[in-house]
């Protein structure tokens, strides 16, 4: 599973509980709506919004006779920019918590519309640095990622590549015990053979990748035209790997068993904390990463077979190999119209007896954060623009490390370790530097507000 790569489109919405209607939302832009009566607490949203005249926002009144007041967040919602574009109705809402004052507001629309305003209406000394860092984030010139041994890197290097929105691999970064016998395969068993944990299989190696829809069992079942009017490939299915959950040790066995055959088993994306927390001790502690808010720990668990399809994720990651290799095919996000970035309506493969693979699962739901184009034979009559799209290659081996950016383009091709045919790693994501609308081709990366706290090592005194 894609952590946020999925949204269902058929299933209804959940209203927000407010009388607001959505009449009067701009669905191009982002919103905030005062839903409540009249009196104070109207004032101090009248006030903040009067700082944002010269932002592209949108502010809403709804006077009511709601004994307390609310203040919603609506984010874009049109064909182009809204994750909840195939839902009639509107998108999901962050909602205000607190004292509702004008700052205490005004800090809300800064945090949620990306914006640098004080009250009354001037930019925020930090807007300056925060413009020119986006203005200068990193474009490919390169054909290979950067390196630099772990014992060199510091605080102040990872926070430039950080804020450059660049790649680096980071060499000899892995733990003595990850590379020692406690990560064998023997030694997993035994610390972690009776757990269950959940398993990915593909019939040929390729996880998340797209094929025709007309290959599908159901592919002529019509679809509501709003959802169909806004996928970017309608003929196009986002192909799930089949699921299912069994004991580590079982997961091993048919990994082995299916070593000659084309069929791959894969652990991807498996949390640590919730399927392996006894391997938590093993895996590092980055001082120089610690400025990172963590969001997970992931195991990677393959056989080597395994290509993970073009596609982005919606976090910085750092991983790490402890066994084979991993080339990274990585693309900047500067402009995703290459990629054609949008909904892509998913399948699922269903896996019967162990060994037989059927194609009759077309779910509900779209992929986000994947790419319609197949970089091995891309198809530029159909996707021209990815013509311009310049590839940067990276392949980390075992005790190397990756930092990649979030939202970056990627396609992941693992192979065996020369000893042992698997493929292992581990992964730490964390909440984005740098963040943005998706799926949005068009939409560009945002410095996120939750680091404005790093921006004090690099901003200008007169910035602060």
């Not at 203005?135 to 060199?152: G, I, K, M, Q, R």
């Not at 120089?288 to 290509?307: I, P, R």
């Not at 919606?314 to 080339?327: L, R």
């Not at 009759?360 to 091995?376: A, C, G, R, W």
């Amino acid at each position: 599973m894609i952590v946020s790569a999925s949204f269902v489109v058929v299933v209804a919405a959940i209203a927000v509980a407010s009388p607001f209607d959505g009449a009067s939302l701009n669905a191009s832009c982002r919103s905030f709506v005062y839903n409540g009566p009249a009196g104070g607490h109207l004032l101090a949203f009248r006030e903040a919004k009067a700082a944002f005249a010269a932002e592209d926002l949108c502010f809403v009144e709804q006077v009511s006779a709601l004994p307390s007041p609310s203040l919603l967040y609506y984010p874009k919602h049109d064909a182009s920019a809204a994750r909840t574009c195939l839902l009639p109705g509107l998108p999901p809402v962050q909602a205000f918590s607190g004292l509702m004052t004008a700052d205490s507001i005004v800090h809300f629309v800064n945090r949620h519309a990306h914006t640098f305003r004080a009250l009354g209406g001037s930019l925020q000394p930090i807007s300056a640095t925060v413009h020119r860092l986006e203005s200068e984030l990193y474009t490919v010139d390169a054909p290979e990622c950067e390196s630099v041994d772990a014992s060199e890197m510091t605080e102040a290097h990872f926070r430039a590549q950080v804020l450059g929105n660049k790649p680096l691999i980071i060499r000899n970064a892995a733990t003595k015990a990850m590379l020692s016998s406690k990560w064998s395969t023997q030694s997993l068993l035994e610390r972690i053979g009776t757990n269950d944990v959940h398993v990915k299989v593909s019939p040929n190696g390729n996880f998340e990748g797209c094929e025709p829809l007309a290959w599908w069992e159901g592919a002529d079942v019509p679809i509501p035209a709003f959802v169909e009017a806004h996928l970017e490939s309608p003929d196009t299915v986002l192909v799930r790997p089949a699921a299912t959950n069994m004991p580590f040790a079982d997961f091993v066995r048919r990994l082995h068993e299916a070593q000659a055959s084309p069929t791959s088993y894969y652990l991807e994306y498996l949390s640590l904390t919730t399927y392996a927390p006894e391997l938590l001790s093993d895996i590092p502690s980055y001082a120089w990463a610690d400025f990172l808010q963590l969001h997970v720990q992931n195991l990677w668990f393959g056989d080597g077979k395994s290509v993970g399809k073009l596609h982005f994720d919606a976090f910085e990651n750092i991983m790490v190999m402890v066994a084979g290799a991993k080339e990274f095919v990585l693309y900047d996000p500067s402009d995703n119209t290459r990629f054609y970035e949008g909904h892509i309506r998913e399948a699922k493969y269903r896996l019967h007896n162990g060994d037989t693979f059927t194609r009759d699962d077309l779910m509900e739901s779209t992929s986000m954060v994947n790419s319609p184009v197949d970089i091995d034979a891309p198809d530029l009559q159909r996707y021209p623009r990815f013509a311009a799209a310049r590839p940067m290659t990276c392949k980390i081996h075992q005790g190397d490390a990756l930092y990649l950016p979030s939202f970056w383009w990627h396609e992941v091709r693992s192979s065996p370790a020369e000893d042992d045919p698997r493929n292992v790693a581990v992964n730490f994501w964390y909440t984005p530097v740098y963040t943005k609308d998706f799926p949005c081709s068009t939409c560009p990366l945002q410095y996120n507000p939750d680091y404005l706290h790093l921006l004090e090592a690099v901003a200008p005194k007169d910035e602060l």
